[in-house]
């Protein structure tokens, strides 16, 4: 099991990034609520990990806290969710968010998310509910909030940051002309924006 890694960032592909530790290039996949907290490329940064070993392929999910990997393990525990899913939940909404919208039985909130019908909706509150129920969040202080493009120092991960937001969309589950008519927006509003800035406020307009 694979519980922490301490690395260089040498890559960011939303939703996946690339940590170098000691010469070993590790691909971890991360909710964007987590991705965007991170530094920029080239800089040491420390994940707490979630090892998946499949038939098929061996994955890693990398989070900023012990309190997001938590969440993420209580989410691919509930019917119905994997780990797909589950990092599709935590890109559209912080932890801390999350955890508002079950507390309160916001049903609404959830099916805004990508994969997530009424009744994963209904059936997701009542199964986290109690989990939940003495949530302490270990997350720095920005998560307790609605994400903002003003938090986020501009990083250009390929020369085509609309081609790379689209495929990061579409990777978490957002259909395609969803995803389009989001970035597309976005593009518009900011048209020298980095594919980070674009995911950002294309999530940020859909939900």
């Not at 690395?7 to 964007?32: A, C, F, H, R």
């Not at 955890?99 to 009424?118: F, H, I, N, T, Y």
């Not at 209904?122 to 989990?131: A, H, P, S, T």
């Not at 081609?163 to 597309?184: C, N, S, V």
Request: glycine share 6%; with cysteine.
């Amino acid at each position: 099991m694979i519980g922490r890694l301490r690395g260089t960032l040498i890559s960011k592909q939303p939703p996946e990034i690339v940590l170098d530790v000691n010469g070993v290039g590790y691909e971890v996949q991360m909710p964007m609520s987590c991705l965007f907290n991170l530094p920029d490329v080239g800089a040491e940064v420390t994940l707490i990990t979630h090892f998946v070993v499949r038939e098929d392929a061996q994955l890693l999910y990398g989070f900023n806290t012990h309190a997001e990997r938590h969440l993420f393990r209580q989410l691919i525990k509930a019917q119905g969710v994997g780990p797909k899913l589950a990092l599709t939940i935590m890109s559209g909404m912080t932890a801390h968010q999350f955890v508002q919208a079950v507390s309160r039985d916001d049903v609404a909130a959830l099916v805004k998310l990508p994969g997530v019908g009424k009744k994963t909706a209904e059936r997701l509150v009542v199964e986290m509910r109690d989990k939940l129920q003495n949530w302490t969040s270990d997350t720095p202080a920005t998560d307790a909030m609605p994400i903002d493009m003003n938090d986020l120092e501009p990083t250009v991960s390929a020369a085509r940051p609309r081609d790379d937001a689209l495929d990061a969309l579409l990777a978490l589950g957002y259909k395609p002309a969803q995803a389009e008519k989001a970035i597309a927006n976005a593009s518009k509003q900011a048209p020298e924006a980095s594919s980070e800035e674009l995911i950002r406020a294309a999530l940020r307009s859909m939900h």
